[in-house]
């Protein structure tokens, strides 16, 4: 599902930069090594920029990702153990027979 969600978003994201720019997003690399413009300082700089964007972002997001995983393990454990009560109140509840009630 979550696959099918990234390809969505980047169709979508690929649509908003044709519209924008004119040009398809997959046709901005080759130009890039044919213009040898890989090498320019400034297009550097612009890369660089970005990527440490990405990685601020991905790390907020694993941030995220183990809070939401550590109230999953909790909210489990707290289930387990509710399951276990209601366990151990139901024997509790229940009478067990003697020997000698079965005979009568």
């Known amino acids: 599902m979550i696959n099918a969600i990234i390809k969505v978003e980047k169709l979508k994201a ?8 004119g040009i398809e997003e997959e046709d901005v690399e080759p130009s890039l090594k ?19 964007k990405s990685k601020e972002f991905l790390d907020s997001k694993k941030d995220e990702t183990a809070k939401i995983m ?29 020997p000698t009630e079965k005979t009568e």
């Open 34 to 52: 044919r213009l040898n413009l890989e090498e320019d300082e400034e297009m550097k700089a612009i890369l660089n920029e970005w990527e440490n």
């Open 70 to 98: 550590a109230a999953a393990a909790e909210f489990k454990a707290r289930m387990e153990a509710e399951e276990k009560e209601a366990i151990a109140q139901k024997d509790a509840q229940v009478p067990t027979e003697t």
């Open 14 to 21: 690929d649509d908003e930069f044709f519209n924008a720019f």
